[in-house]
């Protein structure tokens, strides 16, 4: 429950600034921050809160939480499509983490350059580091970070043409959220959804339903040692499996993930102002989406995609 969740943050805050408790500030605007980037409301006020928090943790020369704040300061640069800022502070974050012995970040840090690497088509890159993530949240025995994890190097995996593995993946993932009562943020919604979509249609709902029970019957590390004799005759060489992929869409007139995001928040008669608010980019990315859109629909009103919208069952 994000907005319990938001209140318990801003109270903590509330009392932390009356103590003049200045780490204690620091902290509770660092995790109030990873709180809206995750459920991506309230994008406007997280830049000031980050920037209040970095300037007290480097007052206090809290190495620990200048890491935390650049991590969730790159995250938010890739959020609104800046990957060169992003990279760099991915990068500070996890030097300034292996020098304190800080894990929970350097997960998050590492994830974000994976994404990155993914923007620039490097997959073999993007597939190391989500593997280098995960081995540090197992590590640090967080489970929450480890179902990330596990669904961020699925994703990969699939990609790479290896959709039984990834779909056992995805599987244990599942099972070990609903073991801990951790549902999947909406930040990383859009993206599963897209990738389990391809793979269900190019494995069918019959293999891609075994595969997926597999999974939830495994543990993380069973299902990380999956890729065997049967999960490989099942599979199609890399190039196959992409093609295939990019020949079924998961979304009609081949929208992509972010895209059907932006029309759904049209449908939902939002401004573009409102759609870069809750999506975490600028304006001006909403409008080159939406110019994408409409071009992609044949269409040029809002009335009109959101008849698509509404015609094709995405809202």
Same mark, same amino acid.
């Not at 030097?95 to 990155?116: F, M, N, P, S, Y």
């Not at 994890?149 to 699925?154: M, N, S």
């Not at 269900?200 to 004799?229: C, N, S, V």
């Not at 304006?283 to 110019?291: F, I, K």
């Given at each position: /429950?994000?907005?319990?969740? !938001?209140? &318990?943050? @801003? =109270?903590?805050?509330?009392?932390? *600034? #009356?103590? +003049?408790? $200045?780490? %204690?500030?620091?902290?509770?605007?660092?995790?109030?921050?990873?709180?809206?980037?995750?459920?991506?409301? /309230?994008?406007?006020?997280? !830049?000031? &809160?980050? @920037? =209040?928090?970095?300037?007290?943790? *480097? #007052?206090? +020369?809290? $190495?620990? %939480?200048?890491?935390?704040?650049?991590?969730?300061?790159?995250?938010?640069?890739?959020?609104?499509?800046?990957?060169?800022?992003?990279?760099?502070?991915?990068? @500070?974050?996890?030097?300034?983490?292996?020098?304190?012995?800080?894990?929970?970040?350097?997960?998050?840090?590492?994830?974000?350059?994976?994404?990155?690497?993914?923007?620039?088509?490097?997959?073999?890159?993007?597939?190391?580091?989500?593997?280098?993530?995960?081995?540090?949240?197992?590590?640090?025995?967080?489970?929450?970070?480890?179902?990330?994890?596990?669904?961020?190097?699925?994703?990969?995996?699939?990609?790479?043409?290896?959709?039984?593995?990834?779909?056992?993946?995805?599987?244990?993932?599942?099972?070990?959220?609903?073991?801990?009562?951790?549902?999947?943020?909406?930040?990383?919604?859009?993206?599963?959804?897209?990738?389990?979509?391809?793979?269900?249609?190019?494995?069918?709902?019959?293999?891609?339903?075994?595969?997926?029970?597999?999974?939830?019957?495994?543990?993380?590390?069973?299902?990380?040692?999956?890729?065997?004799?049967?999960?490989?005759?099942?599979?199609?060489?890399?190039?196959?499996?992409?093609?295939?992929?990019?020949?079924?869409?998961?979304?009609?007139?081949?929208?992509?993930?972010?895209?059907?995001?932006?029309?759904?928040?049209?449908?939902?008669?939002?401004?573009?102002?409102?759609?870069?608010?809750?999506?975490?980019?600028?304006?001006?990315?909403?409008?080159?989406?939406?110019?994408?859109?409409?071009?992609?629909?044949?269409?040029?009103?809002?009335?009109?995609?959101?008849?698509?919208?509404?015609?094709?069952?995405?809202?």
């Amino acid at each position: /429950d994000y907005t319990e969740g !938001r209140k &318990l943050f @801003e =109270e903590n805050l509330a009392r932390q *600034r #009356e103590l +003049g408790n $200045k780490r %204690g500030i620091a902290f509770s605007l660092c995790n109030f921050v990873l709180m809206l980037l995750a459920s991506q409301h /309230d994008a406007a006020m997280v !830049r000031p &809160l980050l @920037e =209040e928090s970095l300037a007290l943790f *480097r #007052e206090i +020369g809290d $190495k620990w %939480g200048v890491a935390s704040d650049f991590m969730l300061l790159g995250q938010l640069a890739f959020q609104q499509d800046d990957v060169i800022t992003a990279r760099s502070l991915a990068e @500070e974050s996890v030097r300034l983490c292996k020098e304190v012995g800080h894990g929970w970040d350097a997960c998050q840090a590492l994830t974000i350059l994976a994404k990155v690497a993914e923007t620039q088509h490097d997959q073999l890159t993007a597939r190391t580091l989500y593997q280098e993530s995960l081995d540090l949240a197992r590590a640090v025995g967080d489970k929450v970070l480890i179902a990330s994890g596990l669904e961020d190097l699925a994703n990969a995996i699939a990609a790479q043409g290896e959709p039984v593995w990834a779909t056992r993946l995805w599987g244990v993932a599942a099972a070990l959220r609903d073991t801990i009562g951790a549902p999947m943020p909406p930040i990383k919604r859009a993206g599963y959804e897209a990738a389990t979509a391809a793979v269900r249609i190019h494995l069918g709902e019959k293999a891609f339903a075994a595969a997926w029970t597999q999974g939830r019957m495994m543990t993380p590390e069973q299902a990380l040692l999956a890729r065997d004799h049967e999960t490989t005759c099942q599979q199609s060489p890399a190039g196959a499996v992409a093609a295939s992929l990019a020949k079924a869409p998961p979304y009609p007139a081949m929208l992509t993930a972010r895209e059907v995001e932006v029309l759904r928040l049209v449908a939902q008669g939002l401004t573009d102002r409102q759609i870069a608010e809750q999506l975490i980019i600028s304006p001006r990315t909403v409008n080159t989406h939406l110019t994408s859109i409409y071009n992609k629909l044949g269409v040029d009103t809002r009335a009109a995609a959101t008849r698509f919208a509404v015609d094709h069952r995405l809202v």
